[in-house]
């Protein structure tokens, strides 16, 4: 769930037709106006839950993690609860909490009754999920920014495969707070206008939250997580290296992971944020390792940057793509102006209502994070 609405139909409808979840908001910005890929349902009641897990973090986790509920209740019952785990990405938590709190503060002089330290717990999110679902497996939260979930679905992955869990529920979620949206800002990171990737007129991002959430095990499926690559570079604390060579070494190595070539991908998933540094920097990489010819979108131009449930929310684009739904593999478009910078490697861009006339076989997500996190995933149809 994200911008886009609720649910995997509706979100992958609406993604797929390029329907843009973006919209100008003051509700997060000091009465500023700006836009932003916020969620617009009305979320679940927390009351039911200790007070240290209630958050818009975790009400967003609820919604999600509900659409998968049956299929870990299968999991459990097949494997036991000790043996389905929980391995997570985010980067708020229960931020938003903590600013309501303070500024309650400010006014009355205490602290609210309603708020925890807890809620602001990187490890809340797995803790919560591990309360709802009933698993008593490894529980624990990846936090490397944008690269969060992209990580988490990695270590996921490797549990699996190294006996540690039968069935490991994975994902990310991040909700809207003002502290990251000032954040941004103060880096000139954030655009008054939808954001503009690999565009000359490109201004920087548009920050969204969202929640998606995979029940990742060994059996056969439509879509496998085939391969994954990580890297750090460590080239600087918020820009990315313009090398591109932790990107690239991210991504080959998820191609060898998976034993797949350049040419086998049919699709990329873009991180295209709008940034000036890092729309060059993946420009470069991605036309290096796949030429101009595979085609790639951004799709933060729908949900706004989801930070870190960003990798989780665009593997459920690659995974939107790869259905046996989408018959004629109609691929997420790239919005933008059209306008290319010179400056920019030339790469391929999925026009509005584009298809291959079948679903893509093999695709493949990036993520770059601050300070040198990188992660790149490999789908492969069965």
């Known amino acids: 769930m994200c911008a886009l609405g609720s649910g995997r139909a509706t979100v992958a409808s609406r993604a797929l037709t390029g329907l843009s979840g973006i919209e100008a908001t003051s509700d997060f910005a000091n009465g500023a106006s700006i836009p932003l890929g916020m969620v617009r349902d009305v979320l679940p009641s927390l009351d039911a839950y200790a007070l240290e897990l209630r958050s818009r973090n975790n009400q967003l986790a609820l919604i999600a993690a509900s659409q998968i509920q049956e299929a870990v209740a299968t999991a459990i019952g097949r494997y036991g609860a ?34 925890s330290l807890g809620q602001q717990e990187l490890g809340s999110l797995s803790a919560f999920l591990a309360k709802y679902f009933g698993v008593t497996g490894a529980a624990y939260v990846h936090s490397s920014a944008c690269a969060s979930s992209a990580k988490a679905m990695a270590s996921a992955a490797r549990l699996i495969r190294n006996g540690l869990a039968d069935a490991v529920i994975t994902g990310g979620v991040d909700s809207l707070c003002g502290f ?83 040419p086998d991908v049919e699709y990329v998933n873009l991180h295209a944020t709008g940034s000036k540094a890092n729309d060059e920097m993946e420009g470069l990489v991605i036309s290096t390792l796949f030429g101009s010819d595979t085609p790639t979108s951004g799709t933060k131009q729908l949900t706004g940057h989801t930070l870190g449930a960003a990798g989780a929310l665009e593997a459920a684009m690659c995974w939107f793509a790869m259905d046996d739904a989408n018959r004629s593999g109609v691929l997420p478009p790239h919005l933008w102006d059209g306008h290319a910078d010179p400056a920019i490697a030339p790469i391929r861009k999925v026009a509005m209502n584009e298809s291959l006339g079948h679903p893509p076989r093999v695709t493949l997500s990036t993520s770059f994070a601050f300070g040198g996190a990188n992660a790149a995933l490999v789908f492969c149809r069965e």
């Open 82 to 115: 000790h043996r389905v785990a929980i391995v997570v990405g985010t980067s708020t938590s229960g931020i938003g909490e903590s600013e309501k709190a303070l500024r309650a503060r400010v006014q009355t002089g205490e602290l609210p009754h309603d708020f």
């Open 180 to 262: 990251t949206i000032a954040g941004f800002a103060s880096l000139n990171l954030v655009s008054n206008h939808r954001c503009n990737p690999f565009s000359v007129n490109r201004d920087g991002i548009n920050i969204g939250e969202g929640a998606a959430f995979f029940l990742m095990t060994r059996d056969p499926s439509t879509v496998r997580l085939a391969g994954w690559g990580e890297s750090s570079d460590g080239h600087h604390f918020s820009a990315p290296d313009p090398s591109g060579r932790g990107a690239a070494i991210a991504i080959e190595a998820a191609l060898v992971s998976a034993q797949v070539r350049a």
